[in-house]
């Protein structure tokens, strides 16, 4: 089934260890975005990529950093994590043209310990 | 600062009942607005869209509401089913950005 495919789907981290956050498409979208869910703080952007090769920062880049080799991969790398990114995460695509909904992934649940 | 924000934290409705979510937003630059849906354990799952242009859109038991006068947007949900339930998001993009802003999200219930 095509769509985004997130790794691992859970993990418990202790702080200060490095941990990278995987995500793959298979829709050929240039666009790819990383996000991350806190309760009662929806949906906040960290990272985005517009084509491989380029990446921007969000609204919340702090600790975070993305890469974008290529078309399909965007890795969100935590150097080195703190109990404050305890979160749900969650990476995106999207199609051509600016009127165009994100296709999400199921999220990866990360826990700083 | 611009947000897009949600009237309603939860909703709870009877099932077969119709549901009203809304959403305001304060960006006047955007120009493009969608609703998410997102279940338990999953990644939010787009529902349906609106460009600034319309001020209604109608889909499978789904309709988008636009007010450009007061910002504002709200989803009718048609005969509301169980499987309704979720969390449900609005999002505004601003035009050229390509950028999404959400909305903190409404926990819609639906009551058998």
């Known amino acids: 089934i095509a769509g985004i495919t997130q790794a691992p789907t859970s993990q418990i981290l202790a702080a200060g260890r490095r941990m990278t956050l995987r995500c793959t498409q298979d829709?050929?979208?240039?666009?790819m975005y990383w996000y991350r869910q806190d309760l009662g703080l929806g949906l906040r952007l960290i990272h985005y990529?517009?084509?491989?090769?380029?990446?921007g920062k969000g609204e919340v880049p702090d600790g975070y950093s993305v890469s974008r080799a290529n078309t399909d991969d965007f890795p969100l790398t935590l150097a080195s994590a703190v109990p404050s990114q305890t979160s749900v995460y969650f990476c995106?695509?999207?199609?051509?043209?600016?009127?165009?909904?994100?296709?999400f992934g199921n999220g990866t649940r990360l826990t700083v310990t | 600062g611009e947000s897009v924000g949600l009237h309603l934290p939860t909703l709870s409705v009877q099932e077969g009942d119709n549901s009203i979510i809304n959403c305001a937003y304060s960006n006047s630059a955007s120009d493009y607005f969608i609703w998410y849906k997102q279940e338990s354990g999953k990644g939010p799952q787009f529902i349906i869209d609106?460009?600034?242009?319309?001020d209604k859109r109608q889909g499978q038991r789904v309709t988008v509401l636009l007010n450009k006068t007061v910002k504002h947007l709200s989803l009718q949900i048609a005969a509301t089913q169980p499987g309704d339930s979720a969390v449900y998001f609005c999002a505004e993009n601003e035009a050229n950005a390509g950028k999404s802003t959400f909305g903190d999200g409404t926990t819609l219930t639906v009551k058998p």
């Open positions: 609106i460009r600034s242009n319309m």
């Open positions: 995106a695509s999207k199609g051509q043209g600016i009127d165009s909904p994100l296709h």
């Open positions: 990529s517009n084509t491989a090769g380029t990446t």
């Open positions: 829709m050929r979208h240039n666009a």
